[in-house]
């Protein structure tokens, strides 16, 4: 059996061949959450289980998961001939390294390289200073082997990230079909907080609050938080206690702003949403999907209701800490019509409503209808030559020499969005899929462990767009690319708390969401110069 360490940025196939250890060496802020790969692979002799052990200095706190394979069918397009660019040629179709397993034993098969991804997330600062794992890895049979992985703490604490903000919209709707909830019962709250506290533990700070369903990828399971009943003709009563229980939650878990839901139909901002009586349970709507976005009817309930969200928005200390939409992803004339219609609705009904959208078209922000534009990382620097403030998104694409976090975009690339998101002035990073374990634009569930792509690959949607976590027995499982993506937010905190400036000469070779150093070995020298000035 033939073991060695490796950092997070190289996945690790079956196929994948015997590998000489080479040095291993981390070096970290005192508090920064940090990982480490064990692969081993047996060329000759029977199967056998194997465990793997971590120890390091009392009080250090160490998980050890498996990285469990997920059948890829075909890689995303554009193939690239770069392996910094897209990796996965000649092994995909076929198993890819994703989900995180919560177990440190394996029946490991001949003629196969497995790994387990060993995690040190520190709720207190470490003490400065070099320090030492130890790995030992015992199979069932034959000689123990042990690593030495030397990790240098340096006396750095990171601060908050500060002024950007980073949300993914978690999907309701797929906690009460995967886990068969009956709607908000009690179950369901208490797998909605495990998620929760997964979004906050990977960095970021702003959670989707469904408040009506989500305009977003077909026609929904209703997952309407607020009650609604009709008391007469135009008159309703809202009930705010699970949208109330909703934030209380999510602050438990230190989320600390709020996207509160798209108030008109996506593509197009062409309709009313789907609202229910009640909760939606029954699937009674207030009135006809085909009702007008700027209709006199819709006008009337949200002249209701929107003086009461302004209520509680006050009453919760949230108005300043929160994120209005009107419509995801407007495009072309005849959608900036309608957009700039429904933007006049809510100027008129809600003068306090900051708006912000995914769109990617300058012209919505040239012309003052969102108060925060979020381009695509294709035109996002547009907007910050324009002296546009605006956030960035990613979705389905871009893809081949972009930045992004498929499933076949080299780790090693996934690990800059820190580096990036800090290089320009934006305000935040958006994007759309948490957990969106559905096939596109339905409500039938998919598995996530053998459909990545939403079954909608020939569409244009990517394998692990929709995704980056799995639902396991009773809380989410991770994924690599997960892992990865959150802790390379720590780079921005270190780039901030440490006082970089966006354009310090380090920085210069990231010119782009395209054009930026793609290489694991560039990104570690340069953190480890930065922390080195502070010993």
Request: hydrophobic content about 40%; glycine content about 6%; some cysteine.
């Amino acid at each position: 059996m033939f073991t060695w360490c490796t950092h997070v940025y190289q996945r690790h196939y079956p196929q994948t061949e015997i590998q000489h250890a080479s040095a291993l060496e981390i070096d970290v802020a005192c508090n920064e959450r940090f990982s480490f790969q064990v692969v081993m692979r047996r060329e000759a002799e029977e199967r056998q289980r194997v465990r793997v052990d971590v120890e390091g200095p009392d009080g250090w706190p160490i998980t050890v998961r498996r990285v469990g394979y997920v059948p890829v069918r075909h890689l995303n397009t554009p193939i690239m001939t770069s392996a910094l660019d897209v990796e996965g040629a000649g092994v995909v179709p076929g198993y890819v390294p994703d989900p995180l397993f919560e177990e440190n034993e394996w029946l490991l098969p001949t003629g196969e390289t497995h790994a387990f991804w060993i995690t040190v997330a520190p709720a207190d600062p470490l003490p400065p200073g070099r320090h030492e794992l130890t790995v030992t890895i015992t199979p069932e049979d034959g000689r123990v082997q042990t690593h030495t992985v030397p990790v240098t703490v340096y006396n750095i604490v990171l601060q908050k990230r500060r002024d950007f903000s980073i949300t993914h919209w978690v999907y309701i709707d797929a906690l009460m079909d995967w886990y068969k909830t009956d709607h908000f019962d009690d179950r369901f709250w208490g797998l909605l907080s495990k998620y929760i506290q997964n979004v906050a533990g990977h960095g970021l700070d702003t959670l989707y609050v469904p408040f009506f369903t989500p305009p977003l990828d077909g026609i929904k399971r209703p997952s309407q938080l607020l009650h609604i009943s009709r008391q007469g003709s135009g008159t309703y009563h809202f009930d705010w206690s699970d949208v109330e229980r909703y934030v209380l939650l999510a602050r438990s878990h230190g989320i600390t702003h709020f996207e509160w839901t798209h108030l008109f139909t996506q593509w197009g901002v062409k309709n009313a949403l789907r609202i229910y009586e009640n909760q939606g349970r029954e699937e009674v709507l207030l009135w006809p999907p085909e009702t007008g976005a700027t209709s006199e009817i819709y006008r009337s309930f949200l002249s209701r209701f929107l003086p009461q969200l302004h209520q509680f928005l006050t009453a919760h200390d949230l108005l300043d800490h929160s994120f209005f939409h009107v419509s995801d992803e407007p495009h072309g004339e005849e959608h900036l019509a309608n957009y700039r219609a429904a933007r006049a609705l809510l100027q008129e009904l809600a003068p306090w409503m900051k708006v912000m959208d995914a769109l990617t078209e300058i012209k919505f922000a040239e012309q003052k209808l969102t108060d925060m534009p979020i381009p695509s990382i294709t035109t996002a620097l547009d907007f910050d030559k324009a002296d546009i403030p605006s956030w960035c998104y990613y979705c389905c694409g871009p893809r081949g020499s972009y930045l992004n976090r498929l499933m076949d975009t080299p780790l090693s690339k996934i690990a800059m969005h820190g580096m990036l998101f800090y290089r320009w002035p934006f305000r935040g990073f958006l994007h759309w899929g948490y957990n969106y374990w559905y096939e596109c634009g339905k409500r039938n569930l998919i598995d996530p462990y053998a459909e990545q792509d939403a079954l909608a690959w020939y569409r244009g949607w990517a394998y692990g767009d929709p995704f980056v976590v799995y639902p396991g027995p009773d809380g989410p499982i991770d994924s690599i690319r997960w892992e990865v993506f959150g802790e390379s937010l720590q780079d921005y905190a270190l780039l901030q708390t440490l006082g970089i400036d966006r354009n310090d000469p380090r920085l210069q070779d990231i010119q782009s969401f395209e054009n930026f150093p793609k290489a694991a070995e560039w990104r570690l020298a340069l953190r480890k110069q930065i922390l080195q000035k502070r010993m």
